[in-house]
């Protein structure tokens, strides 16, 4: 069975958030009150906050915490991966505490599936020829998930790779946009994100990684129900 | 996947196919593989469908099970995905190797499904907050021949189409616990209903254009590709980017039309072939895997 850990003691299996059985409270969002629909939360972002990795970036964007180590470029591990353009490694973790309800040690699907497509998003950004027979391991942990956590990723992700002084082609940020109900809402925050979709309309995000300066989209990923013009929309 | 050496040569040909809308097959740039399918084939599954796209081979089996519903959903049913991809496959599927890809697989699955206007989960419900039916959708990928999401997309919806949920009716609760019937006619049964599952197209990016339907030939001369869940509606239920190139805003609009016109048209040739093959009744000969 994928993902039972063997080697931690991980509790009683038959566990259960107790916030399920709270009175859900409606949540008016119908209007953003502390902003517009198409401002972004405040942002903090710090480099250099791991001493022992080679580059390292601590983002903050409203309640969403998200750390990013940078080790490399070393050697390979296994001579099967020998490879003349340098390989990329990329885990994200989100920790126990992270989420309302309590993600286990290991990593599940989710967290697999975020890293791969963070890899894939570095795979055009990180001049990977500069740097032969060599492995660049990026690590990704999500302290505290608020909404857009893949979006502040990519960002961190660019910017801790930008400290471990890689030589990249462009600078490399995130962006997430929330659609509900025909509005279009950017940088959306958990509650946007996760908002109740029983109702026949469409609800939906969309988190892209881009390239500012050559414009191109090197991560594209959306969940929920959108249609095509929406996306449209959404992306410009 | 596999180890595919193409020489520059043989990479330029396919460029400049692409280009000139006319692929190394003799297909356009829209056009896919001919498809052979065939529904409940296998014995144990309440529902299965073994789907071959070219050379693509995509055996899945759905089994339903009685299960407690989870907590912050307990009108729900549910449904999981697991996908195995078969050593017989490639050899680089061998061990974990086939891991990585078998769950960005079913997780892509389990966001295109995800929707409540995809699938009524409700319906699986039999008791709110102490049973339910659970779907386990198994896919065993067999071989590949490119083209490995749409197929096993479209051999899931196959297979959830034909999937029979025995019925099941409560009778008294006795101190406590439900006692639950099940139906005397084994043949008995309800069906999910599949109007609006999705499908998934993925386009890969040759060049300058985006080509549906990808051979393993091309997957290795295309940069990236982009893989949308289209319903029968056109609504897109999940999108993602796979490989590691990069596209212009404007590329991923125009692959996004072109997905959901191909989306739009494959579930609905497919709901119609799916539509004769019941009709065909119980004892259609059963060709099984002599396709």
Known sequence: ?236 | MTELLLSESEKTFILHGVQQNFRGDGRTRSEIRPIVMETDIVSHTNGSCHLRLANTDILVGVKTELETPLPAHPDRGRIEFFVDCSANASPAFEGRGGDNLAADISRVLARSYASPEILNLKELCILPGKTCWILYVDILVLEVGGNLYDAVSMAVKAALFSTKVPVVTVSTVDGGEPELDLSDDPHKATRISVQNAPVLVSLSRIGNYCVVDSTPEEENCSSASLLFSVTPKGMLTAVKKIGGGSFQQTSIQAAAKQAVSIGVEVNDKLLQKLQQEEEMGRKREKIGFLL
């Open chain 1, 1 to 236: 069975m994928p993902g039972v850990d063997l080697y931690r003691n991980t509790g009683p299996e038959g566990s259960v958030d107790y916030k399920i059985y709270q009175e859900k409270e409606d949540k008016n969002l119908e209007k953003r009150t502390d902003r517009k629909d198409h401002e972004l939360r405040k942002m903090f972002l710090k480099t250099g906050v791991i001493s022992h990795a080679k580059g390292s970036a601590f983002i903050e964007v409203g309640d969403t915490k998200v750390e990013v180590g940078v080790y490399g470029p070393r050697e390979i591990p296994k001579r099967s991966d020998f490879s003349m353009k340098g390989i990329l490694s990329c885990e994200m973790k989100f920790a126990p505490f992270a989420c309302s309800t309590r993600r286990g040690h290991q990593r599940d699907s989710e967290e697999i599936e975020l890293g791969l497509l963070l890899k894939e998003c570095l795979e055009s950004t990180v001049r990977m020829n500069l740097y032969p027979k060599s492995c660049i391991d990026i690590f990704v942990t999500v302290l505290e998930d608020g909404g857009g956590v893949l979006a502040a990723a990519i960002t961190a992700t660019g910017m801790a790779l930008a400290d471990a002084q890689i030589d990249m082609y462009d600078n490399l940020v995130g962006s997430c946009i929330s659609v509900n109900q025909g509005r279009f809402l950017a940088d959306p925050s958990l509650d946007e994100e996760v908002s109740c979709s029983d109702a026949g309309h469409e609800q939906g995000n969309i988190t892209i990684g881009y390239l500012n300066t050559s414009e191109q989209v090197v991560c594209l990923f959306s969940q929920g129900v959108l249609s095509s013009t929406s996306m449209d929309t959404a992306l410009n």
